[in-house]
Nanobody, 121 residues
Framework: QVQLVESGGGLVQPGGSLRLSCAAS????????MGWYRQAPGKERELVAS???????RYADSVKGRFTVSRDNAKKTVYLQMNSLKPEDTAVYYC???????????????WGQGTQVTVSS
């Protein structure tokens, strides 16, 4: 069994910061890319940022320069530092990870349960 658990969401004023964490646990042999997605009410889920196992990153245009994705491979954890938050960043944020449970190089995509981020004054 594999679990991804997000934490760090909450209510913040415009211009503020939050740091999300997502820890993977369970029967894990290897983790490849990990990422953050978000879904606002009435909208489709969209990519926010992703990071490969060797640290290459990718960001949505709407968050470039404000958000930073990082990971700690030893802790099986991915982070999302969010600065200069805007009301339009309000959404449920989900993490995912490409995870192999065995040494057979077969990876499956796992998702966390989501954490709410609300940016409002």
């Amino acid at each position: 069994q594999v679990q991804l658990v997000e934490s760090g969401g909450g209510l913040v004023q415009p211009g503020g910061s939050l740091r999300l964490s997502c820890a993977a646990s369970g029967s894990i042999f290897s983790i490849d890319a990990m990422g953050w997605y978000r879904q606002a009410p009435g909208k489709e889920r969209e990519l926010v940022a992703s990071i490969t196992s060797d640290g290459r990153t990718r960001y949505a245009d709407s968050v470039k320069g404000r958000f930073t994705v990082s990971r700690d491979n030893a802790k099986k954890t991915v982070y999302l530092q969010m600065n200069s938050l805007k009301p339009e960043d309000t959404a449920v944020y989900y993490c995912n990870g490409e995870i192999s449970r065995y040494s057979n190089n077969v990876y499956y995509l796992y998702w966390g349960q989501g954490t709410q981020v609300t940016v409002s004054s």
